[in-house]
């Protein structure tokens, strides 16, 4: 199990507003290219930015990704940037932030509650909380 601090977590509209205000600031989703294709992505264009798409998990396998923190680390951010990681759930994306932080990047944020939330009641995601029902934009694929 991963151990360490980082930055914490936060919410989906801290997210826009910290990507808004700080040109050095990245999101990173970490959730796996199906997900990506059929679920949706958060659409920042209209800040003049583009996410990372670096999976956490390998799909189909879901096998952890060996080269996770080598793909983020070489992808061009700075290690003293905000970087701020989105999953699903806000689970993978926290492990994403604590792993990031561990390899020396001072800033990384968890969106707690990812990009779809938690259950509902009825089981369902993306009714109660997370990047869609804060009603930010996004796009599908």
């Known amino acids: ?32 290219q199906a997900e990506w294709a059929y679920v949706g992505i958060p659409d920042i264009s209209s800040l003049g930015k583009q996410p990372l798409f670096v999976p956490w998990q390998l799909f189909p396998t879901m096998q952890m990704n060996p080269e996770f923190a080598h793909q983020v680390a070489s992808s ?3 290690s003293d940037a905000p970087l701020i990681f989105i999953c699903r759930s806000g689970q993978r994306s926290r492990l994403a932030a604590i792993t990031m932080t561990a390899h020396g990047f001072t800033t ?26 804060d009603q930010l934009p996004w796009v599908q694929g």
């Open 1 to 32: 199990m991963l151990h360490g601090a980082y930055a914490g977590d936060i919410t989906p509209q801290e997210a826009w507003d910290l990507l808004a205000r700080d040109a050095r600031a990245h999101l990173i989703d970490v959730r796996t």
């Open 76 to 78: 061009g951010v700075e």
């Open 108 to 133: 990384c944020y968890n969106v707690g509650t990812g990009f779809e939330g938690t259950h509902d009641p009825a089981r369902h995601r993306g009714t109660v909380s997370g990047w869609k029902v």
